[in-house]
């Protein structure tokens, strides 16, 4: 995806993966990369706590493409008993 700017991925679905906050941390410095920004990326049920959110957050705000065109963003099913830290990352206050 990095190497290929002419590429264009639209939506990513990792839904029921067990990615965890190390596999989004990973994807996360792609996105923070991304040439083109995705629609919807959907990590419902991936084994997510808000550690991991708080990078996504964080990764989507630095990439001025990706914050432009994300309509969807699922992280329904994940483990997010702590709160998510929306004051440092105003991402989920705008798109709420």
């Given at each position: 995806?990095?190497?290929?700017?002419?590429?264009?991925?639209?939506?990513?679905?990792?839904?029921?993966?067990?990615?965890?906050?190390?596999?989004v941390g990973h994807?996360?410095?792609?996105?923070?990369?991304?040439?083109?920004?995705?629609?919807?990326?959907?990590?419902?049920?991936?084994?997510?706590?808000?550690?991991?959110?708080?990078?996504?957050?964080?990764?989507?705000?630095?990439?001025?493409?990706?914050?432009a065109t994300l309509?969807?963003?699922?992280?329904?099913?994940?483990?997010?008993?702590?709160?998510?830290?929306?004051?440092?990352?105003?991402?989920?206050k705008n798109s709420?």
């Amino acid at each position: 995806m990095l190497a290929n700017p002419h590429s264009h991925l639209h939506s990513l679905d990792l839904s029921n993966n067990l990615i965890e906050d190390k596999g989004v941390g990973h994807l996360s410095h792609v996105f923070g990369r991304l040439p083109t920004g995705l629609v919807k990326l959907n990590l419902s049920f991936c084994g997510l706590t808000c550690k991991g959110v708080n990078q996504l957050a964080a990764a989507l705000l630095a990439n001025t493409n990706m914050a432009a065109t994300l309509a969807h963003l699922d992280i329904s099913g994940n483990n997010l008993k702590e709160e998510l830290n929306v004051q440092k990352n105003s991402y989920f206050k705008n798109s709420g």
